[in-house]
């Protein structure tokens, strides 16, 4: 009988063990990494303590709700790539009435400091509900709000990557407020219909063509400025050539005067002196010096003529 007391709370025993076992690991939550979970009781609200990584014991009339505050992809495209099976993609609108497709992609995370209120804000809802209930549509919504400010032109265009800077400020703007952090937003595919596309195309080819007909006018200008200061500096060199030639021309002919001037004056500083040197006597001694003891000859009819001869004065000589 005592034997059979002892094997009845033997296994009374064990059986309180394995029931203490499963009431453990029900109350044992793993918090993963890059997440947070939230304490709700029903008999006590939403706790204050906020779950961080790893296990914790939670009470089983407890319930503990998981918010990622590690950075989270999404997409809202055609495929089935991510974290939807379904066609998220959508239409957008542009400043000049044309429909887009786009595909989107974002990362978001929960604010750490702001999850106990955003769990009150969503009623309990996890993480991925306020995802796909509340993030998704509304990224929806600003993002046409955004767009509808663009002509189709540009949002096919050049002015892709600013657009998707204004769409992820605009974004993050809106949802910050509701302890939802976007860090970023991308329109990784836009699709118009032909006659859109056609249309933008056009517009491309033409301002394409007037970029080009602008450089080629800046070309002729920037060509027609250096031909002028060329033009410019060949005058000032032509200028100074002539001056140069100018000032040369006039330094020879000075100079030749000069010598002409200085020639004459001694030309006349000579005669000057020769003339002093001739007295009477002097021409007087030339003259007898010059005659050679002929008597003059004496011929004619009617006149008298006088032949001299050879007889000269010094003057002549």
Known sequence: M?????????????????IG????FSCAKKVPAG???????????????????????????KQVTLYSVGIEQSYLTSGSNGDSKDDDSFEVPSSDGKGLKVDLTFTYRYDADRVTQLFTRFKGQSGKEVRDSFIKPNIISWTKEVTAKYPVTEILGDERANLNIAVSEYIKEKFDKYGIIVENVSLIDIDADDETRASV???VNAQQELELAQIEQKTANVQAQKDKEVAIVK??????????NA????????????????????QAEANKKIAESLTPELIESNKIAKWNGEV?????????IVDVGNLTSPEEE
């Open 201 to 203: 195309q056009r517009k």
């Open 2 to 18: 005592g034997k059979s007391k002892g094997f009845i709370g033997a296994i009374a025993l064990a059986v309180i063990i394995i």
């Open 35 to 61: 997440y947070v979970g939230i304490v709700y009781a029903m008999d006590g609200g939403v706790s204050d303590d906020v779950l961080t990584q790893g296990w914790h014991f939670v009470a089983p009339t």
């Open 21 to 24: 076992l499963i009431i453990g």
């Open 296 to 304: 003059p000859t004496v011929s004619g009819t009617g006149a008298t």
């Open 247 to 266: 000032e040369q021309q006039r330094i020879k002919a000075q100079g030749e005067a000069d010598a002409i001037q200085i020639e004459a004056e001694a």
């Open 235 to 244: 005058a000032e060199q032509d200028k100074e050539t002539a001056e140069i």
